[in-house]
């Protein structure tokens, strides 16, 4: 046996001296003296047989394979710093379009805007590594947010400590209030976070039992202009059975703290008892006496209201919108200027009035929309500020059938499509009340509350009602497909733009630079 080989040996058996202690040591979690004279003896021996080897190592370092090596452990080496610097000072590109490995904006707002310490346990398996990076996420946008991960696997008593059976559940803490929390969705955490901050939840209470879209349905429809049969324009005919629903306004209420539920005016004389809003979205038929009765108790007890009527339908809430100043007009707008797509009944506004409803909000668009309009007299105690207007070139159609403007029936605009309104009686004993009007209802509903700022303006008019300004400009992230929306205007520019002069240039650049060559 020559030199060489015993010193081989020598390494060799260092290096499994060196492993077996690092092994011992993973397993023990502590460090005992053994291990650490294991340790000791492996790096001495390790040491003894590279000395007894530096002949053949320089050798071999001369040669072609040597800088082969040794270039191999360089890049070895440089891959596991950036491994180790990514690790622990980690940098995240979402390089998708729709942003779907980073937190939607309307969360990191909430969070930015949290007062108050939260502190989340979070208990996950292996296979939930997406929920751990949300978690994670979600705590580095504010300092007050605190996560910690367990495997209630590998640590049963932190679970059974605070009540979790499985994997998936997070408890969040906060100022002595304690949630759980089960879904690992965005929303579903950021809802979480919401309740356990602010520790209490208002209700929203939508108005049933006239017609109304369903916030609890998830019906939609889709809409090609110029179809048939249905429509919520000019010639609109409302098919019961074929109500739209609003389930992603009622979601996107629920993921700011708010509980839904839907109420009957007729069950009991106490139904909007304890409702922070009451949502009437787009009655179809007229309410009773009773019904309009309680509405009216209602808002002088200081409740909050948003109304959402509908072109040519009588609700019989028209007398109660009256005494906060505001009248319905019995009209639709036309808007032959700035509308969606190829409907003139469907205006388009991208301008509106300064207000903490309309702060930052893109396009909306109202299909099938009546005017509002101011009482002949002031009504005293009461406070009319208008938010959404149509264009200049818009009128107030009074015909339902027909689109011309007709001097001295029909009204010429700007017409205004939304107003918010406070009254405040005289005694200072009786509460305030805030009502917001608008001239439609579909633009809350499924088909329409995600397509540029219609859900938005829903929300905020909600959460200005509800005297949540806090949470003004939060919305759920959709899970829709991305997609194109233009005014009328923007696609005549955009027709154009790409189909006309674009072109136009090309050809008298060619046809000067054919000139000059000829």
């Known amino acids: 046996m020559d030199r060489s080989f015993r010193s081989g040996l020598i390494v060799l058996a260092g290096v499994a001296l060196l492993a077996t202690a690092l092994a011992v040591h993973a397993i023990l979690l502590e460090t005992v003296v053994w291990t650490v004279l294991l340790g000791a003896g492996g790096a001495l021996l390790t040491a003894v047989g590279v000395v007894r080897l530096r002949t053949e190592l320089r050798a071999l370092v001369g040669r072609r394979r040597g800088e082969i090596a040794l270039h191999t452990l360089g890049v070895v080496g440089v891959l596991i710093a950036l491994a180790y610097l990514s690790v622990r000072y980690p940098f995240r590109f979402d390089l998708t379009a729709a942003g779907l490995y980073s937190l939607s904006e309307p969360t990191v707002k909430m969070l930015k805007r949290l007062d108050k310490p ?7 398996d292996p296979l939930m590594r997406e929920t751990v990076e949300l978690y994670e996420l979600i705590a580095r946008q504010n300092t007050l ?36 929390v089960n879904g690992g969705s965005e929303s579903d955490i950021a809802n979480g976070i919401l309740r356990v901050s602010q520790g209490a939840t208002q209700r929203v209470c939508f108005l049933d039992g006239h017609g109304e879209p369903d916030p609890f349905s998830l019906e939609s429809h889709d809409h090609q202009e110029g179809a048939p049969g249905h429509t919520h324009g000019l010639g609109a005919k409302y098919v019961l059975h074929e109500r739209h629903g609003m389930a992603k ?14 109420v009957l005016l007729l069950q009991r004389g106490d139904a909007l008892a304890g409702c922070a809003v009451l949502v009437v979205g787009g009655p179809k038929i007229a309410l009773l006496p009773r019904e309009i009765d309680a509405v009216r108790a209602y808002l002088a007890k200081g409740g909050n209201a948003l109304f959402m009527l509908d072109p040519f339908v009588r609700t019989g809430l028209e007398p109660v919108i009256r ?5 319905v007009d019995d009209d639709i707008v036309i808007d032959e200027a700035s509308h969606f797509w190829a409907d003139v009944s469907s205006p388009a506004v991208t301008d509106y009035n300064r207000h903490q409803i309309t702060r930052d909000l893109p396009l909306t668009f109202f299909p099938g929309v009546r005017s509002l309009s101011p009482t002949p007299q002031r009504v005293p105690g009461t406070s009319v500020v208008p938010l959404v207007n149509s264009s200049k070139n818009s009128w107030g159609q009074a015909d339902p059938n027909r689109v011309g403007f007709v001097k001295g029936r029909d009204a010429p605009g700007p017409n205004t499509l939304m107003v918010v309104a406070l009254r405040r009686p005289g005694e200072e004993s ?18 329409f509350f995600h397509i540029m700022g219609n859900g938005t303006l829903f929300l905020n008019t909600v959460n200005y009602l509800a005297a949540q300004e806090n949470l003004i400009g939060l919305q759920p992230r959709t899970a829709d497909l991305p997609r194109v929306n233009l005014t009328n205007r923007q696609m005549k520019g955009t027709f154009f733009l790409s189909v006309v002069l674009v072109p136009a240039l090309l050809a008298v650049v060619g046809t000067a630079v054919w000139w000059k060559q000829h």
């Open 323 to 327: 005494e906060y100043g505001v009248v």
């Open 249 to 262: 306004a009622r979601h996107a209420l629920e993921t700011v703290n708010y509980t839904v539920e839907k």
């Open 145 to 180: 947010v605190s996560v910690e991960f367990y495997d209630p696997m590998i640590n049963p008593a932190q679970a059974r400590m605070l009540g979790v059976n499985f994997a998936g559940t997070a408890i969040l803490e906060s100022q002595g209030r304690r949630l759980q």
């Open 118 to 124: 939260v502190h989340i346990v979070f208990f996950h």
């Open 430 to 447: 009786t509460p305030r009340s805030r009502i917001a009007v608008v001239g439609d209802s579909d633009f809350a509903t499924n088909s």
